[in-house]
């Protein structure tokens, strides 16, 4: 489905008139599969709206090698950090499937947060969410063992059972610190062991309950 900036957490309490004049200044575009929406280190001069499809985060590494850094599905916005302080892109930004996004001008952004304190409280919960998720990756790469970090990565997408692998086994990978190979040791096992089944493009979670148990979470509300 196509979403609109009603469904953002950011823009969810502002009424009819102050979105529909956010509308009028946003610039829609649609791209196919492949298209870049942004470059690393290009200055962020738009709060790019993700409105339909999905779209892939990454980075170059030393070595010449794209990390994934996530996949992200719409309604999402990129890069709010940047259009804040006025630094550059932090990833490049490839959609995986056919995409509509919406551009809002920075200086539009920034005027609305001034403006509408329910904005600015909404975008620092939203900014806190994700500080917290990088400390979670970062600390699931030092301690935890890639079955543990995989396991965790399934149960909280698992909720309909089926859990899409958007960039695939190296995809999943790049998002939790871990090789290809080490993510398709531990899927293996966890099927070995009844856990999942892997199929292409996706793996279909049998046993959510004993998943949760390897990685130590809560297990997801049937």
């Known amino acids: 489905m196509t979403y609109t900036l009603a469904d953002l957490p950011m823009f969810g309490g502002l009424d009819d008139g102050r979105l529909r004049g956010l509308e009028a200044l946003t610039r829609r575009r649609r791209y196919p599969a492949g ?3 942004c470059t690393e280190g290009d200055p962020a001069e738009h709060l790019i709206v993700l409105l339909d499809g999905r779209v892939k ?4 590494s030393a070595e010449g090698k ?3 850094l996530a996949v992200e599905s719409a309604p999402v ?5 940047a259009l804040l302080v006025d630094g550059p892109h932090r990833a490049t930004r490839t959609a995986l499937t056919a995409v509509e996004v919406a551009y809002l001008p920075r200086s539009t952004v920034l005027e609305l947060v001034a403006a509408e304190p329910s904005v600015a409280a909404r975008l620092l919960r939203t900014l806190a969410a994700t500080v917290r998720d990088l400390d979670e990756r970062l600390t699931d790469a030092v301690v935890r063992d890639v079955p543990a970090r995989v396991a965790t990565w399934l149960v909280r997408r698992c909720a309909a059972g089926r859990v899409p692998l958007h960039a695939g086994q190296a995809g999943l990978g790049a998002e939790i610190g871990a090789t290809r190979v080490s993510v398709n040791r531990a899927l293996r096992g966890f099927e070995r062991r009844g856990l999942i089944e892997i199929r292409a493009g996706e793996v279909i979670v049998v046993n959510a309950e004993a998943l949760a148990r390897l990685a130590a979470l809560p297990a997801p509300a049937p």
């Open 35 to 37: 298209q870049v929406l």
């Open 57 to 60: 985060a990454g980075r170059v």
């Open 66 to 68: 794209e990390v994934v």
């Open 77 to 81: 916005a990129f890069d709010k950090t």
